[in-house]
């Protein structure tokens, strides 16, 4: 009797196999998901969507030097990476041409490991110093709670309105561009100054990250460029990991600032505040900024006579209209000699101080002429 019951289930058995084998993999698969037993395994990836990228902050790579942290006593907790983002972030780098995408990534690595040692130098003395612009009531006032609060390993967070060497990094609000690339919103002053000094930035998430726990933690989702007003740079894609060139270069020691050799002349009407903004931006920048026009001529004498790899920049602001008659002599002269002392000096609008922060170069000046000039 068993035998005969053996013999009845094997032939239903046989039956519901054919059966199965007869149906589309991808409809038994659907109907596994639904409960019933079709004998494919739910982990199987036919008839399954593929899954979407979320645009998430993050680098291309995750690059930051954790043994540097891990080494320390100080406990500092990391912030641990998607797998969709990572997902991502390689698939965007994976449409770049390959000599761009090795690029990029080996100035991200060298980037993060500046800012890491940055952040770890802090955590050693024991405080935190953040710097913040253009944040919103509510992150302003969870920041201002962080400070009240010491944090494991008697770690405590203060605020600074100053850019220097000790300012830890500094709070901007980002969103992730078409290419990957984490960019602030704004453009501020203070940006523009953590760009040149090498001062992390993060975005505003750092902060109610902060505030969940007993413990700091390191950023690994840095701002890599800055928002640039230019139509055309922008095309071009040049203002892109502006930042992260610009802390590349300092984490490798070399003095390649992009206003080094550079000399600068203001013309026409400022703003005190906007005057002392860009001055303070172009010898940030390794530049120096010269009193007078008279000192501008002299200057562009001095370089055509001793051939020296340097260049006087006028500077001119929306309300200027000519050039002061001994100046423009001046330049004339210079620029009459031959055409290598053509780039001794150059005439721009104030606003390429700010483009070439952000493309992290000495911009050429063709796109910068001053349109009030005549």
């Given at each position: 009797m068993a035998n005969s019951q053996d013999e009845g289930l094997s032939a239903v058995s046989r039956r519901r196999r054919r059966a199965v084998e007869e149906l589309p993999r991808?409809?038994?698969?659907?109907?596994?998901?639904?409960?019933?037993?079709?004998?494919?395994?739910?982990r199987s990836t036919v008839g399954r969507p593929k899954k979407k990228c979320k645009k998430i902050e993050g680098p291309l790579v995750d690059s930051t030097n954790n043994a540097t942290a891990q080494s320390n006593n100080t406990?500092?907790?990391?912030?641990?990476?998607?797998?969709?983002?990572?997902e991502c972030n390689a698939a965007t780098a994976s449409r770049e041409p390959s000599v761009r995408r090795e690029e990029v990534t080996s100035t991200?690595?060298?980037?993060?490991?500046?800012?890491?040692?940055?952040?770890?130098?802090?955590?050693?003395?024991?405080?935190i110093t953040i710097a913040a612009s253009g944040l919103n009531e509510r992150d302003i006032d969870l920041l201002k709670v962080l400070c009240t609060r010491t944090f494991d390993g008697n770690i405590k967070i203060k605020t600074t309105e100053a850019i220097t060497s000790k300012?830890?990094?500094c709070?901007?609000?980002?969103?992730?561009?078409?290419?990957?690339?984490?960019i602030a919103n704004i453009r501020s002053f203070k940006a523009m100054m953590c760009a040149l000094e090498g001062v992390p930035m993060v975005s505003p998430d750092w902060i109610?990250?902060?505030?969940?726990?007993?413990?700091?933690?390191?950023?690994?989702?840095?701002?890599?460029?800055?928002?640039?007003?230019?139509?055309?740079?922008?095309?071009?894609?040049?203002?892109?990991?502006?930042?992260?060139?610009?802390?590349?270069?300092?984490q490798n020691g070399t003095a390649n600032l992009p206003f080094r050799n550079h000399f600068a002349v203001f013309i026409g009407n400022y703003h005190p505040n906007t005057r002392t903004s860009l001055s303070r931006l172009f010898t940030a920048g390794g530049g120096r900024v010269l009193s007078t026009t008279a000192d501008?001529?002299?200057?562009?004498?001095?370089?055509?006579?001793?051939?020296?790899?340097?260049?006087?920049?006028?500077?001119?602001?929306?309300?200027?209209?000519?050039?002061?008659?001994?100046?423009?002599?001046?330049?004339?002269?210079v620029r009459s000699l031959d055409a290598k002392n053509s780039q001794i000096a150059s005439v721009v609008s104030y606003e390429w101080i700010a483009e070439?922060?952000?493309c992290a170069m000495a911009l050429p000046d063709t796109h910068f002429k001053p349109q009030s000039i005549k």
């Amino acid at each position: 009797m068993a035998n005969s019951q053996d013999e009845g289930l094997s032939a239903v058995s046989r039956r519901r196999r054919r059966a199965v084998e007869e149906l589309p993999r991808e409809l038994l698969h659907q109907l596994a998901v639904e409960g019933f037993d079709t004998g494919i395994p739910l982990r199987s990836t036919v008839g399954r969507p593929k899954k979407k990228c979320k645009k998430i902050e993050g680098p291309l790579v995750d690059s930051t030097n954790n043994a540097t942290a891990q080494s320390n006593n100080t406990k500092i907790v990391r912030e641990t990476k998607n797998a969709t983002s990572n997902e991502c972030n390689a698939a965007t780098a994976s449409r770049e041409p390959s000599v761009r995408r090795e690029e990029v990534t080996s100035t991200l690595h060298t980037a993060d490991k500046f800012y890491a040692a940055r952040f770890q130098q802090a955590a050693d003395q024991g405080v935190i110093t953040i710097a913040a612009s253009g944040l919103n009531e509510r992150d302003i006032d969870l920041l201002k709670v962080l400070c009240t609060r010491t944090f494991d390993g008697n770690i405590k967070i203060k605020t600074t309105e100053a850019i220097t060497s000790k300012t830890t990094f500094c709070i901007i609000s980002s969103h992730v561009g078409e290419s990957g690339d984490i960019i602030a919103n704004i453009r501020s002053f203070k940006a523009m100054m953590c760009a040149l000094e090498g001062v992390p930035m993060v975005s505003p998430d750092w902060i109610s990250e902060c505030a969940k726990g007993v413990n700091i933690h390191c950023p690994l989702n840095f701002i890599r460029s800055l928002p640039t007003k230019s139509k055309k740079i922008e095309d071009s894609g040049e203002y892109l990991y502006g930042v992260a060139r610009m802390a590349a270069r300092l984490q490798n020691g070399t003095a390649n600032l992009p206003f080094r050799n550079h000399f600068a002349v203001f013309i026409g009407n400022y703003h005190p505040n906007t005057r002392t903004s860009l001055s303070r931006l172009f010898t940030a920048g390794g530049g120096r900024v010269l009193s007078t026009t008279a000192d501008a001529s002299s200057k562009m004498q001095e370089l055509s006579e001793r051939s020296i790899p340097s260049k006087v920049v006028v500077l001119c602001s929306d309300s200027c209209v000519s050039i002061p008659k001994a100046l423009r002599e001046s330049l004339k002269a210079v620029r009459s000699l031959d055409a290598k002392n053509s780039q001794i000096a150059s005439v721009v609008s104030y606003e390429w101080i700010a483009e070439s922060v952000t493309c992290a170069m000495a911009l050429p000046d063709t796109h910068f002429k001053p349109q009030s000039i005549k």
